[in-house]
């Protein structure tokens, strides 16, 4: 498989960084030693410009190639995301999370290790007609750190023409990669209900308005909204994962609070899903005599994959893990905020092979350092090619 013989001999270097980032894990917008780490290794590597503070802890590093450019200049963004999570590790490894309850069970340690290879290896050879941008992102974990570096000007102040991103996949053979042109992650929204009753004795429900009853009915009604609302051939999912309702077992509680998400591919069935859920919230307030408050917040627009971009990232993965390696995935109702940057740029999000690991958002998940040759060969060769004299 032709990964670039210099990230060969960078990989060491590269999963030595990967630790150690995996051992300081930080949450969304918190993320100053990471962000200093990899402001440290872009100044070191000599791009032409390293840009501290974009979204609140957001790092770029620009880098020029040595070719001329025929016409505009052209410039590429490639992203990663430095953010862990609020998971107790339970690896077991040397390099271990050194700070309980926090670790990198999503693998953003590896991204953003990978990009920092790629960056090294480009400011080395700028063997390319253009501009190479690298974007680390802080608070991809709920946060949107890619909207907070949108609005503090990522795109106009660098110039970008079109964006990348990348993330691993467990379970994704290592050495191949996977993509789709179109919805390839979903939008995802939170629902809240604070259901309000009439509370008194468990032996005496008569006289009481029941809100667990009635958070019972919604849940089951909002189910009907995927069932028979929305087309056979569209995809949603609406889930209420939060119940919290009373302290004892004969006390009929006053309120009841109902948390969940909701996820979709497409606008129109977002926009319809919401409409059934304040439909159906009110349905059932009617029916039970509760009082229901419904919180309905919009989060991560659904990320779509740009065709021309789409194209080329697929030939790039096919240069480097063979054609046979490059799978067209189904879309996945998981969400993921680089969908502000393909909403503002045309791009592509593409998915690395992390091999037979633990799953994402698992405490015992680690990033595959064997896939980094493959990932970063991936980010080279998508500049070289897509800016190329």
Known sequence: MPIVNRVADLQPDIAAWRRDIHEHPELMYDVHRTAAFVADRLREFGCDEVATGLGKTGVVGVIKGKKPAQGDTRVIGLRADMDALPIHEETNLPYASKTPGKMHACGHDGHTAMLLGAARYLAETRNFAGDAVVIFQPAEEGGAGAAAMIKDGLMDRFKIDQVYGMHNGPGLPLGSFAIRPGPIMAATDAIDFRIEGHGGHAARPHICIDPVVAGSQLIIALQSIVSRNVDPLDSAVISVCEFEAGNARNVIPQTVVLRGTVRTLRPEVRDLVEK?????????????????????????????????????????????????????????????????MLEARPGAFIFVGNGNSAGLHHPAYNFNDEAIVYGTSYWIKLVENTLAA
């Open 276 to 340: 059934r859920i304040r439909e159906i919230t009110a349905g059932v307030a009617q029916t039970t005599g509760t009082k229901i408050d419904l919180t309905f917040e919009r989060g991560y627009p659904v990320t779509v994959n740009h065709a021309a971009q789409t194209d080329n990232a697929i030939r790039i993965a096919k240069d480097i893990a063979g054609d046979t390696n490059v799978h067209e995935t189904p879309p996945m109702m998981g969400a993921e905020d680089f969908a502000y």
